[in-house]
């Protein structure tokens, strides 16, 4: 087989953990922030954000956005610091982490980081589904230096993962409004993280086929 013709999973484990990086912080910070609650709201505090905790409140969902925000600024300037180009989803994440963040910590209200999952996906879907429309395939500007496949096969794939975006965001709405904070900061992890790798599986089966079809067809003319 072509080297073109295989995925480097490494690179994409290595990819996902590094996108996976705030949700990760934001999981660890929301534990240790309730878990060390009188501490937190000490540490809000002295940061000038004491309107972010009110007294007996559970301080974690805040102090995990003050987390998430650093951590995205972190991500973007280790990309540069390694002389890397910052891809334009980075940038957008950024944002909707800023905007959703500063409003959940400024106006007190957990509300607006919930949403901001939703709204990164739904951005997302809306990018891949209003390219379609106007004839181009943003999965196979991404992942075309990897691997050759049938214009047929580059479409299904990216209906797929527009499709899937437009799904995540309304589970996390789903499980944001129905369920506890603690119910969906466990969701925004692990089951995001669940969802997202039987996707990718189960997209990688439908890739195989055509790969190997593909090179089969391709000794076959040699």
């Given at each position: 087989m072509g080297c073109k013709h295989h995925l480097n999973e490494k690179s994409i484990m290595k990819k996902l953990l590094f996108d996976l990086f705030p949700v990760i912080i934001f999981f660890i910070a929301y534990k240790i922030g309730d878990a060390n609650a009188e501490a937190t709201r000490a540490f809000m505090a002295g940061i000038g954000l004491p309107q972010a905790v009110g007294a007996g409140e559970?301080?974690?969902?805040?102090?995990?956005?003050?987390?998430?925000?650093?951590?995205?600024?972190?991500?973007i300037g280790w990309v540069k610091l390694r002389g890397h180009k910052v891809e334009i989803m980075l940038w957008v994440s950024l944002g909707i982490?800023?905007?959703?963040?500063?409003?959940?910590?400024?106006?007190h209200d957990e509300s607006f980081i919930?949403?901001?999952?939703?709204?990164?996906?739904?951005i997302f879907s809306a990018i891949i589904f209003g390219a379609a429309a106007?004839?181009?395939?943003?999965?196979?500007?991404?992942?075309g230096a990897q691997m050759e496949?049938?214009?047929?096969?580059?479409?299904?794939l990216n209906a797929s993962w527009g499709g899937f975006f437009a799904f995540m965001g309304?589970?996390?709405?789903i499980v944001a409004f129905n369920f506890s904070t603690d119910a969906w900061v466990n969701f925004k992890l692990f089951g995001s993280l669940g969802l997202m790798l039987?996707?990718?599986?189960?997209?990688?089966?439908?890739?195989?086929?055509?790969l190997n079809k593909a090179d089969l067809?391709?000794?076959?003319k040699q």
């Open positions: 559970k301080p974690g969902i805040y102090l995990a956005t003050l987390v998430a925000i650093v951590a995205s600024f972190a991500q982490i800023v905007v959703f963040g500063g409003a959940t910590l400024w106006l919930k949403w901001k999952p939703t709204v990164l996906y739904w106007l004839g181009r395939n943003v999965i196979r500007n991404l992942m496949l049938p214009g047929p096969a580059w479409s299904r309304l589970a996390n709405l039987v996707f990718v599986v189960g997209q990688s089966m439908m890739l195989t086929r055509y067809e391709k000794e076959e």
